[in-house]
């Protein structure tokens, strides 16, 4: 089975500044994903970013962008240049491929507060 | 472009009644289709998932059952809720058997009192 943690219950960052969340995850697969989700106060579950096991390259997303150590399964999410409305719950995710239909493990979450 | 809806927003209900959470999924055909609950600050947990009408696959034994009457329609149901159903439960589509990401709905915050 795999886990994900998140070690880092709340951050806190101030405007235009730069801030990462850890993310650690434990498996067996070699072949997977792993992603990042937004929780806003909403509570509806956004996207943020994601990478596949087998590419090297970190993924980037505007001002969003990965540390990804396949070695470590450490998947850390940087965010750059932060704004108000990046303050939110954020969850890393694991994903199997192959048969694993899309059943995802959440990390227990990084409440981040972004301060003007 | 697809889009998923899912109702109510906001339920809460007293223990021992029954519960229906639906979810409908729009512009795609055969999506897998997934339940998802979140406890009071805590991650995700899986529920259910169904990769096609009819075909059902429940990950956690508990007091909740989930259906697929139609290829874009996935329901959520109880004969008696529990206090521990309280949550916010979100459903969830993808495109095919292990492609990800998940798109999820707004999701339906529930309180058994």
């Known amino acids: 089975a795999q886990t994900v943690t998140q070690s880092q219950p709340e951050m806190s960052v101030q405007e235009a500044e730069t801030v990462t969340l850890s993310c650690t995850y434990d498996t067996s697969e070699n072949n997977y994903y792993l992603f990042w989700y937004k929780q806003p106060p909403s509570r509806q579950m956004i996207l943020v970013i994601r990478?596949?096991?087998?590419?090297?390259q970190n993924a980037t997303e505007n001002r969003f962008s990965v540390n990804f150590q396949k070695a470590a399964k450490s998947f850390s999410l940087k965010i750059s240049d932060s704004q108000l409305g990046d303050t939110a719950m954020y969850f890393c995710a694991f994903g199997a491929g192959g048969t694993s239909y899309g059943k995802l493990t959440f990390g227990q979450g990084t409440i981040l507060t972004v301060h003007p | 472009s697809q889009t998923i809806h899912q109702w109510p927003a906001t339920l809460v209900q007293p223990v021992g009644s029954p519960l229906s959470l639906e979810c409908t999924v729009e512009?795609?055909?055969?999506?897998?289709l997934y339940w998802y609950r979140q406890a009071a600050g805590r991650g995700l947990q899986l529920l259910f998932y169904?990769?096609?009408?009819?075909?059902i696959s429940s990950e956690v034994p508990q007091n909740l059952s989930a259906s697929r009457p139609q290829d874009r329609q996935f329901i959520l149901s109880s004969k008696k809720l529990l206090l521990s159903d309280s949550g916010f439960y979100l459903c969830a589509w993808s495109v095919l058997p292990g492609i990800l990401p998940l798109h999820f709905g707004n999701g339906t915050r529930l309180t058994v009192t």
């Open positions: 169904s990769v096609g009408i009819g075909q």
């Open positions: 990478q596949e096991a087998y590419k090297q």
């Open positions: 512009g795609t055909s055969n999506p897998n």
